[in-house]
């Protein structure tokens, strides 16, 4: 049930775009979106629910796919800060909402 | 606003030892997240707390980990006897709890715990 991110690292260049994607086999309720740097605790970046709008945290934005039981993280004109891994935790449906479970995550380096 | 508190911050063991991790969470905040990070993956649910009640411990080995919240405030994590596949971060995380959804609401999560096991 654990979610599949794609892909596994991305290196860019600072004011580059990306796309982190994260998918389910199973109908999803909830997804979250939270960034790790070396070392810390993750950090809370935005939630996306079912039937809810896509979402933004600065120049960071996300959507969900409720057809496909994707969700998709852009990363906009990245900066240094940005850097670090990307993880998405999901809650399915059919569990009520109740468990998070996190994906494999994506490594992010942002070069100048 | 205080954040999740957690110690140790490091703790090294050998193999066949016991071990234990203190969490307390943002105050309020009913649920509680035990995660296990293991280098180069995602975080591991090993067990959710609502209040002092287990929600979810499917993926707790209980032969040897044991987790309780007895006055659904803090938490102890315990490891009896420790593996060397156990080395790995100990997140604790928790979340305010009152809706019907938990997984609507962000997850804060703490510093964790280092554990290596030699």
């Known amino acids: 049930q654990q979610p599949v991110q794609s892909p596994q690292a991305v290196i860019l260049r600072e004011g580059e775009d990306a796309v982190i994607n994260c998918s389910s086999s199973k109908a999803l309720y909830s997804v979250h979106w939270y960034r790790q740097k070396h070392g810390e605790a993750p950090v809370f970046l935005m939630i996306?629910?079912?039937?809810?709008e896509q979402k933004g945290h600065e120049k960071i934005s996300a959507s969900f796919n409720e057809k496909k039981q994707q969700s998709s993280l852009y990363l906009t004109a990245s900066q240094l800060s940005y850097s670090g891994t990307y993880f998405c935790?999901?809650?399915?449906?059919?569990?009520?909402?109740?468990?998070?479970?996190f994906g494999g995550g994506t490594r992010v380096l942002v070069k100048p | 606003e205080a954040g999740v508190a957690q110690s140790p911050r490091y703790k090294i063991i050998e193999k066949r030892q016991s071990v234990a991790f203190w969490c307390n969470p943002i105050s309020g905040h009913a649920t509680l997240y035990w995660y296990q990070q293991i280098l180069g993956q995602g975080p591991k649910l090993l067990i959710q707390f609502q209040n002092n009640g287990v929600v979810d411990d499917s993926q707790l080995p209980k032969d040897r980990f044991s987790a309780e919240r007895l006055k659904g405030v803090d938490s102890t994590l315990k490891i009896q006897p420790a593996k060397l596949e156990d080395s790995a971060v100990y997140l604790c995380?928790?979340?305010?709890?009152?809706?019907?959804?938990?997984?609507?609401?962000?997850?804060?999560f703490g510093s964790g715990t280092q554990l290596s096991v030699l």
């Open positions: 996306l629910l079912k039937g809810g």
């Open positions: 995380a928790s979340s305010l709890g009152v809706g019907k959804y938990k997984t609507n609401e962000k997850l804060f």
């Open positions: 935790g999901t809650g399915l449906l059919i569990a009520a909402g109740n468990k998070l479970t």
